[in-house]
């Protein structure tokens, strides 16, 4: 029978109940614009346009912010040391933050829109790339290992996009233009960026990743679905991936503090059973603590002993002061004899520790003298280097010190902040001060002050730190800001596409693709990722539609075009099949044409032109059968076109330059560097993740000096885990511990066991190494 919980267990579960309450009903983003401190701004930090070569102002997508025009590769776009330091301490060891930026990218360029990173370590990049219609995002994971998560998808059309990337734990969305593009479950990035990270917007460094094109409100807001800020019709009030986490992470604590408290009763019953022999003493009751019979104890400055159940005390006799010159007897707080003092000299006398004496100047003016005297100062636990010296005290604390905890004066609606070198004050979101020093900050009535964003039919009411937009008797609710009187989603008077979400909005409504398909919303298209092979077609996620002569679930497999009829013979000739494809013949004694159709025309035998849909791509009649492939590229030839042909490109500015600056690459050369495959194209640097095969096993290793994983069968060797909390563990004190979490094994210090899907693994903490 489980035992009965204890009073903290009841508390930590009303704690579990309060979290969930607000995890199913609080707002995804509450209060008026974003918080500064949550947002970073790289264009207004960076100060762009006073001294940035190959970066100049133009005119953006709209007026209400300053766009930058980023082109030619002699440009170093990076924030110095002391303004990347306070942009990424905003992000450092946050799981929820979104990348946002507007930009218009040239045409097939390929370029990073910002970069942290440290040495070869990108910890966040958010990369374009024209050459392979790619969206990448960098960044690495709680292993340390780098992640690289790419999107289809081509931003470098010339044309004005909005993007935006949110991060939620392990949960992507990508939005463009404000249609949700991907929705994604990757593996969690890490935000523990080194303080001398670098910060790089338009490029990876000096020499890579050069952005062309126009920017304009680059930000990373670091909050949950950040992208309402660029398309607030997109808040649906939705809890995010992290709520998620932290309940999961607040049930690991309770299955925790569970098991301690087994552990405790059980210890407790077995010395209850042990006292069937115990004798019944009489004890003493002094202040709610219980003394046993012959027990002293000291109350104030008395000894007290019970004696037969009745407490005697005496008071305490206190021995003569011999104290050493420099010192007098002086009573200190908590104890009743004097006690030797280091004293002070002031004015012939001898003053201790706290005495003070007034003084008037010739002004009439009082003074107040206190002495004070150092104490020896405690030892700290850090190092030389990471100990400060104090203006305000004798002794130095570690750098990181808490200086709130040693008491402060924020009122209720300030938090108190640690300092370098001590402790401010400052207001709660929706609060501002009511004197410099934050101390006391009074509510923003938004409502009052139209700082809210309350749209039609709606009622603005203010709560402490926020508002609430209630909407009229008889309306709709839309969204936390909108109410409307009807709504066209329900009753179907809708434009959306049957592969789109339809959105109710004020006086009308907004269509966004489903995932797994691309479009405005009107229009929605779907997206295989490229698994359809030999020029299939995506008609639906993952379902290809294959061209002729080909069938499968991706196309992969030939067909008999003769009997499906699907092929391009003339009607004067006779279709034969052939392996991969087919023949057309003449009948014996016929003289065929050898005309083939093409797209509904005919074309002649032996005719040649290039496709319409792909300017690289030549075709041909052959025998009545149509022959496409690549351009062959000549290089001899002068009119090569450089577009079909980049490799041919003599220019010494379509060379790429190594990052070690020891290799050139000429354009259309290929070379593989830190798991990812690379290409120069006329001068420019694209690289991406090298394809590894799909492993469909619940645990899997990277091993060292490879680029993919692969299945293991022992789960401790596993540095990646698919997860299944439904597989549970059952530790020492038979408690079920979900997978993924882990916990300090009982009676040691140093062994950290973890649950990995129904397997117990324990090795030694790397906090003790």
Same mark, same amino acid.
């Given at each position: 029978?489980?035992?009965?919980?204890?009073?903290?267990?009841?508390?930590?579960?009303?704690?579990?109940?309060?979290?969930?309450?607000?995890?199913?009903?609080?707002?995804?983003?509450?209060?008026?614009?974003?918080?500064?401190?949550?947002?970073?701004?790289?264009?207004?930090?960076?100060?762009?346009?006073?001294?940035?070569?190959?970066v100049?102002?133009?005119?953006?997508?709209?007026?209400?912010?300053?766009?930058?025009?980023?082109?030619?590769?002699?440009?170093?776009?990076?924030?110095?040391?002391?303004?990347?330091?306070?942009?990424?301490?905003?992000?450092?060891?946050?799981?929820?933050?979104? @990348?946002?930026?507007?930009?218009?990218?040239?045409?097939?360029?390929?370029?990073?829109?910002?970069?942290?990173?440290?040495?070869?370590?990108?910890?966040?990049?958010?990369?374009?790339?024209?050459?392979?219609?790619?969206?990448?995002?960098?960044?690495?994971?709680?292993?340390?290992?780098?992640?690289?998560?790419?999107?289809?998808?081509?931003?470098?059309?010339?044309?004005?996009?909005?993007?935006? @990337?949110?991060?939620?734990?392990?949960?992507?969305?990508?939005? @463009?233009?404000?249609?949700?593009?991907?929705?994604? @479950?990757?593996?969690?990035?890490?935000?523990?960026?080194?303080?001398?990270?670098?910060?790089?917007l338009?490029?990876?460094?000096?020499a890579?990743?050069?952005?062309?094109?126009?920017m304009?409100?680059?930000?990373?807001?670091?909050?949950?679905?950040?992208?309402?800020?660029?398309?607030?019709?997109?808040?649906?009030?939705?809890?995010t991936?992290?709520?998620?986490?932290?309940?999961?992470?607040k049930?690991?604590?309770?299955?925790?503090?569970?098991?301690?408290?087994?552990s405790?009763?059980?210890?407790?019953?077995?010395?209850?059973?042990?006292?069937?022999?115990?004798?019944?003493?009489?004890?003493?009751?002094?202040?709610?603590?219980?003394?046993?019979?012959?027990?002293?104890?000291?109350?104030?400055c008395?000894?007290?002993?019970?004696?037969?159940?009745?407490?005697?005390?005496?008071?305490?006799?206190?021995?003569?002061?011999?104290?050493?010159?420099?010192?007098?007897?002086?009573?200190?707080?908590?104890?009743?004899?004097?006690?030797?003092?280091?004293?002070?000299?002031?004015?012939?006398?001898?003053?201790?520790?706290?005495?003070?004496?007034?003084?008037?100047?010739s002004?009439?003016?009082?003074?107040?003298?206190?002495?004070?005297?150092?104490?020896?100062?405690?030892?700290?636990?850090?190092?030389?280097?990471?100990?400060?010296?104090?203006?305000?005290?004798?002794?130095?604390?570690?750098?990181?010190?808490?200086?709130?905890?040693?008491?402060h004066?924020?009122?209720?609606?300030?938090?108190?902040?640690?300092?370098?070198?001590?402790?401010?004050?400052?207001?709660?979101?929706?609060?501002?001060?009511?004197?410099?020093?934050?101390?006391?900050?009074?509510?923003?009535d938004?409502?009052?002050?139209?700082?809210?964003?309350?749209?039609?039919?709606?009622?603005?009411?203010?709560?402490?730190?926020?508002?609430?937009?209630?909407?009229?008797?008889?309306?709709?609710?839309i969204?936390?800001?909108?109410?409307?009187?009807?709504?066209?989603?329900?009753?179907?008077?809708?434009?959306?596409?049957?592969?789109?979400?339809?959105?109710?909005?004020?006086?009308?409504?907004?269509?966004?693709?489903?995932?797994?398909?691309?479009?405005?919303?009107?229009?929605?298209?779907?997206?295989?990722?490229?698994?359809?092979?030999?020029?299939?077609?995506?008609?639906?996620?993952?379902?290809?539609?294959?061209?002729?002569?080909?069938?499968?679930?991706?196309?992969?497999?030939?067909?008999n075009?003769?009997?499906?009829?699907?092929?391009?013979?003339?009607?004067?000739?006779?279709?034969?099949?052939?392996?991969?494809g087919?023949?057309?013949?003449?009948?014996?004694g016929?003289?065929?044409?050898?005309?083939?159709?093409?797209?509904?025309?005919?074309?002649?035998?032996?005719?040649?032109?290039?496709?319409?849909?792909?300017?690289?791509?030549?075709?041909?009649?052959?025998?009545?059968?149509?022959?496409?492939?690549?351009?062959?590229?000549?290089?001899?030839?002068?009119?090569?076109?450089?577009?079909?042909?980049?490799?041919?490109?003599?220019?010494?500015?379509?060379?790429?330059?190594?990052?070690?600056?020891?290799?050139?690459?000429?354009?259309?050369?290929?070379?593989?560097?830190?798991?990812?495959?690379?290409?120069?194209?006329?001068?420019?640097?694209?690289?991406?993740?090298?394809?590894?095969?799909?492993?469909?096993?619940?645990?899997?290793?990277?091993?060292?000096?490879?680029?993919?994983?692969?299945?293991?069968?022992?789960?401790?060797?596993?540095?990646?885990?698919?997860?299944?909390?439904?597989?549970?563990?059952?530790?020492?004190?038979?408690?079920?511990?979900?997978?993924?979490?882990?916990?300090?094994?009982?009676?040691?210090?140093?062994?950290?066991?973890?649950?990995?899907?129904?397997?117990?693994?324990?090795?030694?903490?790397?906090?003790?190494l």
């Amino acid at each position: 029978m489980m035992p009965p919980l204890s009073l903290p267990v009841w508390m930590e579960l009303s704690q579990l109940f309060a979290f969930l309450a607000v995890f199913c009903a609080s707002p995804a983003v509450v209060g008026f614009g974003v918080d500064p401190a949550l947002r970073i701004s790289p264009i207004d930090e960076l100060t762009l346009g006073e001294g940035f070569d190959g970066v100049t102002q133009v005119q953006g997508f709209h007026s209400e912010s300053r766009a930058f025009h980023f082109q030619g590769s002699a440009r170093e776009v990076t924030a110095p040391a002391e303004v990347s330091e306070l942009m990424v301490q905003k992000l450092r060891g946050k799981s929820e933050f979104t @990348v946002l930026a507007t930009l218009k990218q040239d045409h097939l360029n390929s370029g990073v829109i910002l970069s942290i990173h440290h040495s070869e370590h990108r910890f966040l990049e958010l990369e374009s790339s024209g050459q392979r219609s790619e969206i990448r995002l960098h960044y690495r994971t709680k292993g340390q290992q780098p992640h690289t998560e790419v999107f289809p998808y081509s931003l470098a059309d010339d044309q004005w996009h909005k993007v935006s @990337v949110a991060v939620s734990a392990s949960h992507v969305i990508l939005h @463009v233009d404000c249609n949700r593009i991907y929705e994604r @479950v990757v593996e969690a990035p890490y935000m523990d960026v080194p303080e001398d990270a670098s910060f790089w917007l338009g490029q990876r460094n000096t020499a890579h990743g050069f952005f062309k094109g126009v920017m304009q409100d680059v930000q990373i807001l670091v909050m949950p679905q950040g992208y309402i800020a660029q398309c607030p019709d997109l808040n649906r009030t939705c809890p995010t991936c992290n709520d998620f986490h932290g309940l999961v992470q607040k049930i690991m604590e309770l299955q925790d503090i569970l098991a301690k408290t087994s552990s405790k009763l059980s210890r407790a019953e077995e010395k209850m059973n042990g006292l069937d022999g115990c004798y019944c003493e009489r004890t003493c009751s002094v202040k709610g603590v219980v003394y046993r019979e012959d027990e002293g104890w000291t109350d104030g400055c008395r000894n007290c002993t019970c004696t037969n159940g009745t407490v005697q005390c005496e008071a305490v006799s206190c021995p003569p002061s011999q104290c050493l010159a420099g010192s007098a007897p002086a009573y200190v707080k908590g104890a009743c004899c004097k006690e030797c003092q280091p004293v002070c000299l002031f004015g012939g006398r001898e003053l201790v520790d706290g005495d003070q004496r007034a003084v008037r100047d010739s002004s009439g003016r009082c003074l107040l003298f206190e002495c004070t005297v150092s104490h020896p100062c405690p030892e700290l636990n850090c190092s030389e280097s990471e100990q400060i010296t104090l203006n305000d005290r004798c002794c130095k604390v570690c750098r990181g010190h808490d200086f709130c905890s040693e008491g402060h004066g924020c009122a209720e609606h300030s938090d108190c902040v640690n300092l370098e070198a001590g402790d401010c004050c400052v207001c709660k979101d929706g609060f501002r001060p009511l004197r410099d020093d934050n101390a006391y900050c009074e509510d923003i009535d938004e409502c009052a002050e139209g700082k809210h964003y309350c749209r039609e039919n709606t009622m603005c009411v203010n709560t402490p730190g926020s508002f609430m937009c209630i909407c009229h008797t008889g309306y709709i609710r839309i969204d936390d800001y909108s109410c409307t009187e009807h709504d066209e989603c329900l009753t179907g008077l809708h434009d959306c596409d049957e592969n789109a979400l339809c959105f109710n909005m004020v006086g009308g409504h907004s269509c966004s693709c489903k995932p797994g398909y691309t479009g405005n919303g009107t229009v929605c298209k779907a997206m295989c990722d490229g698994l359809c092979q030999n020029g299939g077609t995506c008609v639906s996620p993952n379902n290809c539609v294959c061209q002729q002569g080909f069938t499968g679930k991706r196309c992969e497999t030939d067909i008999n075009e003769c009997k499906t009829g699907r092929n391009t013979c003339a009607n004067d000739t006779v279709c034969f099949n052939l392996d991969g494809g087919y023949d057309c013949r003449c009948p014996h004694g016929h003289n065929c044409t050898g005309d083939c159709i093409h797209n509904n025309k005919v074309k002649h035998s032996g005719q040649i032109w290039v496709l319409d849909s792909d300017r690289c791509s030549v075709c041909s009649c052959q025998a009545g059968q149509v022959m496409c492939r690549r351009m062959v590229c000549d290089c001899d030839n002068p009119n090569a076109d450089l577009f079909c042909c980049p490799e041919c490109d003599p220019r010494l500015s379509s060379q790429c330059l190594h990052q070690n600056g020891l290799v050139t690459y000429g354009s259309g050369d290929t070379w593989v560097e830190n798991c990812q495959q690379c290409q120069c194209l006329q001068g420019q640097v694209d690289c991406w993740p090298l394809p590894c095969p799909p492993v469909d096993c619940e645990f899997t290793v990277v091993p060292e000096g490879e680029c993919c994983a692969r299945c293991v069968t022992d789960p401790c060797q596993a540095d990646t885990i698919r997860n299944d909390i439904t597989k549970t563990c059952t530790d020492e004190h038979n408690i079920s511990r979900f997978s993924g979490s882990s916990w300090i094994k009982h009676g040691t210090e140093c062994t950290l066991c973890q649950c990995k899907n129904g397997h117990i693994c324990c090795s030694v903490d790397p906090m003790c190494l």
